[in-house]
């Protein structure tokens, strides 16, 4: 079942604190952020009505919002997500042959997922980071500057951690 | 060496903390603009500065600030736009991850100057963990006495928030910010009314840019009218440019608008020149949406004389013959880039990020798109070039916001300057497809550098 934990449901109370009385349609994305990281990734229908009855929302106002936002998954993913970029400044420092090298290295195509689970393929448009091309998110954080080697490396680094 | 007003301290060691950040002379502006001068003074003061909004349009802070309507009894609001989306920009980021307080000290005083009580950082989904240093920062700001209630006693309350988008290039445009900000899809509205009179929840709100808040600090510190003395022109205060693509040290710098574009790429305080020895073939000086120019119309004007790293050098020309200073994403293409390709993949990427709401953006930015990728791809006829013109033509005015230019601009800048290009890439399709143009009439004017 879908449920926030204690503290989560705290945090949604904070969250609607930012906004002045009767706004808290506003808690909606960072409801939603929040929800996704928590049911593994992605918002599934229940998911998007659970947060729909905390925020005293019609379940349609959600929808209409979780479909818009590109960062909101609307499939179960892979544990982890390569995000990588494929705008201009990102294709001129070759950003293409590292999303090749990714797809044949895990055998996937864009918007895929291996066979374990772990990795989901998506090609984003440009995410801020130009001038640290070619780069992808991952999870949280940006890794920049890619080459194969550090391709190789991330993959390596999250079977690992993945493991244990 | 330029005078630096935004990122002089960025890498004294834990500039991040109030605590080196304030031993630094952090957040006089809000000492001295709160205790000594009236909100209406602080607004005077940005407006004797100068300041245009660094956010893309240019448009002077300090009027902006002065047409917020204040009604009584009604709430206003200051919404800092922290979306930062446009292909090729990455100073925003920049500056909030190595000198977040600058921009939270700058928001202080803006509040105070417009009356906000709650203001808002807007900031992409994408830069999640910028969140937790903006988070911080204002923590500490109000452990201080700067944020919260009676802020250094002089009744000024202020709190601000950090919200996180989701992932939409739209919610860069103002109005769909302030949608987004309310829990709805970004989809643009109807201008007027401008948000000056009716923005978030329906009460007066002033959007800026991340840049322009900052900016506010030195020129409370510094005063306004020695603000307008650095630069040149209409172009005054130092700007944050954003460098990427063929260059030897792509990043962000700050300039004081007085250097020419040349000395920008090539002098090693900045871009450090092209790397390999290869030479510039084009530049798209002001983010994704600026028209993009060949190296010898971006050197110089077409009346010859060297341009400028400012608002009016780069725009001189128009469209015909130059670009626009835009949001400082400066992206520099050498002589082995594909002109098509690139703009293929800015096509692609306006199409993506189309809200979808009028006709001409959504389906022009479709159709140009696949028309780019027949021609990229060799499938492409001449006729297709006229008609790739033509759709440009008709999205551009057209729309409710300003998307729709954003995705035309691109395109007909591409063709205004680089036909020959898209010809060759029609009549020469197989071999198209495993070298590229080259440099052609708009070679770079400047001799091959002499490298090791
Ligand atoms: C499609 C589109 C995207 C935009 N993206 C941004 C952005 O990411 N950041 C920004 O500050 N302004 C952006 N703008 C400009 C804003 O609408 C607005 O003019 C700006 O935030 C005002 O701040 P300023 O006056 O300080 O520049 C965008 C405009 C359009 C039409
Ligand atoms: S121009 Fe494009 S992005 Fe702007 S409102 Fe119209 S459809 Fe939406
Ligand atoms: S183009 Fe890839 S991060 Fe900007």
Same mark, same amino acid.
């Given at each position: 079942?879908?449920?926030?934990?204690?503290?989560?449901?705290?945090?949604?109370?904070?969250?609607?604190?930012?906004?002045?009385?009767?706004?808290?349609?506003?808690?909606?994305?960072?409801?939603?952020?929040?929800?996704?990281?928590?049911?593994?990734?992605?918002?599934?229908?229940?998911?998007?009505?659970?947060?729909?009855?905390?925020?005293?929302?019609?379940?349609?106002?959600?929808?209409?919002?979780?479909?818009?936002?590109?960062?909101?998954?609307?499939?179960?993913?892979?544990?982890?997500?390569?995000?990588?970029?494929?705008?201009?400044?990102?294709?001129?420092?070759?950003?293409?042959?590292?999303?090749?090298?990714?797809?044949?290295?895990?055998?996937?195509?864009?918007?895929?997922?291996?066979?374990?689970?772990?990795?989901?393929?998506?090609?984003?448009?440009?995410?801020?980071?130009?001038?640290?091309?070619?780069?992808?998110?991952?999870?949280?954080?940006?890794?920049?500057?890619?080459?194969?080697?550090?391709?190789?490396?991330?993959?390596?680094?999250?079977?690992?951690?993945?493991?244990? | 060496?330029?005078?630096?007003?935004?990122?002089?301290?960025?890498?004294?060691?834990?500039?991040?903390?109030?605590?080196?950040?304030?031993?630094?002379?952090?957040?006089?502006?809000?000492?001295?603009?709160?205790?000594?001068?009236?909100?209406?003074?602080?607004?005077?003061?940005?407006?004797?500065?100068?300041?245009?909004?660094?956010?893309?349009?240019?448009?002077?802070?300090?009027?902006?600030?002065?047409?917020?309507?204040?009604?009584?009894?009604?709430?206003?609001?200051?919404?800092?736009?922290?979306?930062?989306?446009?292909?090729?920009?990455?100073?925003?980021?920049?500056?909030?991850?190595?000198?977040?307080?600058?921009?939270?000290?700058?928001?202080?005083?803006?509040?105070?100057?417009?009356?906000?009580?709650?203001?808002?950082?807007?900031?992409?989904?994408?830069?999640?963990?910028?969140?937790?240093?903006?988070?911080?920062?204002?923590?500490?700001?109000?452990?201080?006495?700067?944020?919260?209630?009676?802020?250094?006693?002089?009744?000024?309350?202020?709190?601000?928030?950090?919200?996180?988008?989701?992932?939409?290039?739209?919610?860069?445009?103002?109005?769909?910010?302030?949608?987004?900000?309310?829990?709805?899809?970004?989809?643009?509205?109807?201008?007027?009314?401008? @948000?000056?009179? %009716?923005? #978030?929840?329906? +009460?007066?709100?002033?959007?800026?840019? *991340?840049?322009? =808040?900052? !900016?506010?600090?030195?020129?409370?510190?510094?005063?306004?009218?020695?603000?307008?003395?650095?630069?040149?022109?209409?172009?005054?205060?130092?700007?944050?440019?954003?460098?990427?693509?063929?260059?030897?040290?792509?990043?962000?710098?700050?300039?004081?608008?007085?250097?020419?574009?040349?000395?920008?790429?090539?002098?090693?305080?900045?871009?450090?020149?092209? @790397?390999?020895? %290869?030479? #510039?073939?084009? +530049?798209?000086?002001?983010?994704?949406? *600026?028209?993009? =120019?060949? !190296?010898?119309?971006?050197?110089?004007?077409?009346?010859?004389?060297?341009?400028?790293?400012?608002?009016?050098?780069?725009?001189?020309?128009?469209?015909?013959?130059?670009?626009?200073?835009?949001?400082?994403?400066?992206?520099?293409?050498?002589?082995?880039?594909?002109?098509?390709?690139?703009?293929?993949?800015?096509?692609?990427?306006?199409?993506?990020?189309?809200?979808?709401?009028?006709?001409?953006?959504?389906?022009?930015?479709?159709?140009?798109?696949?028309?780019?990728?027949?021609?990229?791809?060799?499938?492409?006829?001449?006729?297709?070039?006229?008609?790739?013109?033509?759709?440009?033509?008709?999205?551009?005015?057209?729309?409710?916001?300003?998307?729709?230019?954003?995705?035309?601009?691109?395109?007909?800048?591409?063709?205004?300057?680089?036909?020959?290009?898209?010809?060759?890439?029609?009549?020469?399709?197989?071999?198209?497809?495993?070298?590229?143009?080259?440099?052609?009439?708009?070679?770079?004017?400047?001799?091959?550098?002499?490298?090791?």
């Amino acid at each position: 079942m879908v449920q926030f934990s204690d503290e989560q449901l705290k945090k949604v109370q904070e969250i609607v604190a930012r906004y002045p009385d009767g706004k808290q349609k506003s808690a909606l994305i960072p409801v939603l952020h929040l929800a996704q990281e928590t049911f593994g990734g992605w918002l599934s229908a229940e998911t998007m009505d659970y947060v729909a009855s905390l925020l005293k929302l019609e379940p349609i106002e959600v929808y209409e919002v979780a479909t818009f936002y590109s960062m909101y998954n609307l499939k179960p993913v892979g544990r982890y997500i390569f995000e990588v970029c494929q705008t201009g400044p990102c294709m001129v420092k070759g950003s293409d042959d590292i999303i090749d090298y990714i797809k044949s290295t895990l055998g996937i195509g864009v918007g895929e997922t291996t066979s374990d689970g772990l990795f989901t393929l998506k090609t984003v448009e440009c995410l801020g980071a130009c001038g640290y091309a070619p780069m992808m998110q991952l999870g949280k954080h940006y890794r920049e500057h890619l080459t194969k080697e550090k391709v190789d490396g991330i993959i390596a680094e999250l079977r690992a951690k993945a493991a244990n | 060496m330029g005078r630096k007003l935004l990122l002089e301290k960025a890498h004294v060691e834990g500039i991040r903390t109030y605590e080196v950040y304030r031993r630094e002379g952090g957040y006089a502006s809000v000492e001295k603009a709160l205790k000594s001068m009236s909100p209406d003074q602080v607004t005077e003061e940005v407006k004797k500065s100068g300041l245009r909004g660094r956010g893309g349009a240019g448009f002077p802070a300090g009027m902006k600030w002065s047409f917020l309507a204040k009604p009584e009894g009604v709430p206003r609001y200051l919404v800092c736009n922290a979306d930062e989306s446009e292909p090729g920009t990455f100073k925003d980021r920049y500056l909030m991850e190595f000198i977040p307080h600058l921009l939270i000290e700058g928001l202080i005083v803006a509040s105070y100057a417009l009356g906000s009580e709650r203001t808002y950082i807007y900031i992409r989904g994408e830069y999640a963990w910028i969140v937790d240093i903006l988070e911080q920062a204002i923590a500490e700001a109000n452990q201080a006495g700067f944020l919260g209630k009676n802020i250094l006693g002089t009744g000024f309350n202020c709190q601000i928030y950090v919200q996180r988008g989701a992932g939409a290039y739209i919610c860069g445009e103002e109005t769909a910010l302030l949608e987004s900000l309310e829990g709805k899809r970004g989809n643009p509205r109807i201008k007027p009314p401008f @948000p000056a009179v %009716k923005g #978030l929840w329906d +009460c007066p709100t002033v959007v800026n840019n *991340v840049e322009t =808040l900052a !900016a506010v600090v030195p020129i409370i510190n510094i005063g306004g009218e020695e603000y307008a003395k650095i630069g040149v022109g209409k172009s005054t205060g130092t700007k944050l440019i954003s460098a990427c693509g063929n260059i030897n040290k792509p990043g962000v710098y700050e300039i004081d608008m007085t250097i020419s574009v040349e000395e920008f790429i090539y002098s090693d305080e900045y871009c450090g020149g092209i @790397p390999n020895g %290869k030479r #510039l073939k084009a +530049c798209i000086p002001g983010g994704s949406s *600026v028209p993009i =120019l060949p !190296a010898n119309l971006l050197l110089k004007t077409a009346k010859g004389e060297q341009r400028m790293m400012n608002y009016e050098s780069l725009a001189d020309g128009g469209f015909a013959t130059g670009s626009m200073m835009g949001s400082g994403g400066f992206i520099v293409l050498d002589e082995d880039q594909c002109v098509v390709r690139n703009t293929l993949t800015l096509a692609r990427f306006y199409r993506h990020e189309s809200c979808g709401q009028c006709s001409p953006c959504r389906e022009g930015t479709g159709w140009m798109e696949k028309i780019l990728k027949n021609i990229e791809t060799g499938k492409g006829k001449k006729s297709d070039i006229d008609l790739l013109w033509d759709i440009q033509r008709k999205i551009e005015g057209n729309t409710i916001c300003p998307l729709g230019d954003a995705a035309a601009w691109p395109v007909a800048a591409a063709i205004r300057h680089f036909r020959d290009e898209f010809e060759w890439h029609v009549n020469n399709p197989v071999e198209s497809q495993h070298r590229n143009f080259g440099l052609a009439h708009y070679a770079d004017p400047l001799p091959v550098p002499v490298t090791a």
